[in-house]
């Protein structure tokens, strides 16, 4: 059974920094294209950031330069290093994972019709 745990989430000020996780299990993330959506109140769930097999990566235009993601193979594990937090970031963070090796960059990457799998979520929380 797949199974998407994230944690990490918090209150911060903003400017301030979060590291989210999402540790997996019954799936072989590391060869798959695995992304970090988040939905705030009254408005769509929207794609962060995502990074597929091969380690390449790609973001929202309102995270380049502040969100990185990464993966740790050994542990299962997902990251979400957030900097320069703002307010606007606030929201329910999830994880996903999709069926396919390689995001589509430039394409459908955002999509979350594109995974099949998700985590419960974690709040991430930004007051000015």
């Known amino acids: 059974q797949v199974q998407l745990v994230e944690s990490g989430g918090g209150s911060v000020q903003a400017g301030g920094s979060l590291r989210l996780s999402c540790a997996t299990s019954?799936?072989?993330?590391?060869?798959?294209?695995m992304g970090w959506f988040r939905q705030a109140p009254g408005k769509e769930r929207e794609g962060v950031a995502a990074i597929d097999s091969d380690g390449s990566t790609g973001y929202a235009d309102s995270v380049k330069g502040r969100f990185t993601i990464s993966k740790d193979n050994a542990k299962n594990t997902l990251y979400l290093q957030m900097n320069s937090l703002k307010p606007e970031d606030t929201a329910m963070y999830y994880c996903?994972?999709?069926?396919?090796?390689?995001?589509?960059?430039?394409?459908?990457?955002?999509?979350?019709?594109?995974?099949?799998?998700w985590g419960q979520g974690t709040q991430v929380t930004v007051s000015s």
């Open positions: 019954g799936y072989t993330y590391s060869s798959h294209c």
């Open positions: 996903a994972a999709s069926s396919y090796p390689l995001c589509v960059f430039g394409g459908t990457w955002s999509d979350r019709n594109e995974y099949n799998y």
